[in-house]
């Protein structure tokens, strides 16, 4: 037992490995590990989406009826954002326009991804009758899982990775043809090693899950209006987002000599403030509704009782429901 502590160091792998191959062919189709962990993320959040509103009382369903408008307006909008702050590769000298559309490669900026992805939210929760706050709130845990699982798509690629280091974790990176998804290969047909550097796509994966968890509890334990859930993972996530950013040695623009990200990540906390005291300004939406229940009085067409039903969408209000809202707040299931 005594020689246990010194032997442990040795029976430990020295180092994280990375994938030599990016991508897999069966016949001609390509299969991309970038592509396949975005879309683990983005079913792992769906399903997780789905429970949360169902414990708040909506229907089945109705997660992957409001993501299929949230899905693919988030993907515009992350590579949207990717292609205006790193605009080089493809509208530079010696760039190629048409690899704008290869997002398989990689290439989604987060922020973008959740501005626009918030945009196909609100709409699809017009039409499903589910107010955006309600919707938001059960989203965020499952969004920021979902962004977990897609840093280990730029692992695959060999890519987002910080300085070098002799750390027990360096991650091993490899000479990459990205062109081809797969390690440049000496003449003996071996990988070449680029060398050993901070593993951030790890680092950011695991801020991700941690914040996952909090938001989980936050929902559980404190006393929030809605919203406020959704809120706390806009200011979360760029704080360890902003840190990560200067670890990172992969190139970047630069605004006053730090990373575009970096500042984009104090201006999202900033905003995420004011959505935390906004939404805590804001009564709570109604009680949601079965639109198939044909003994329930207040059911209408989606898109009204999503409006009514969210007073962050319309607040206008003649005042005459004021008495069936405060029972509905009073009826409102705990956040989760």
Known sequence: MAALPAALPAALPAEIPSPSVGVWHLGPLPIRGYAMCILAGIVVAVWLTQRRLEARGHRSGVAIDISAWAVPFGIVGG?????????????????????????????????????????????????????????????????????AMGRFG???????????TDLPWKLRIYEWDTSAGRAVVDAAGNPVVKGYFHPTFLYEALWCLLLAAVLVWMGRRLD???????AAYV??????????????SDSANLILGHRVNTWVSLLVILFGLYLWRRFGRLPQ?????????????TASTASTKATAADPAVAEASDGSNDGARAEADAERPAQS
Request: with cysteine; hydrophobic share 40%; aromatic share 14%.
């Open 79 to 147: 590579r949207i954002y990717h292609l205006v702050t790193t605009p080089q590769p493809y509208f530079g000298e010696g760039g190629d326009p048409w690899k704008a559309f290869a997002i398989y490669e990689g290439g989604l900026g987060i922020w973008g991804a959740v501005m626009l992805g918030a945009v196909g939210a609100w709409i699809g929760c017009r039409k499903n009758g589910v107010a955006f706050r309600d919707f938001v709130d059960a989203a965020a845990p499952g969004l920021a899982i979902a962004q």
């Open 154 to 164: 730029n692992w695959f690629n060999n890519e987002i990775y910080g300085g070098p």
């Open 224 to 230: 929030l209006k809605a919203g406020q859930v959704f």
């Open 235 to 248: 200011v979360g996530y760029p704080i360890g987002r902003f840190v990560i950013e200067s670890m990172r």
């Open 285 to 297: 939406p109604s009680a949601p509704t079965d639109p198939s229940d044909p003994t329930d009085p």
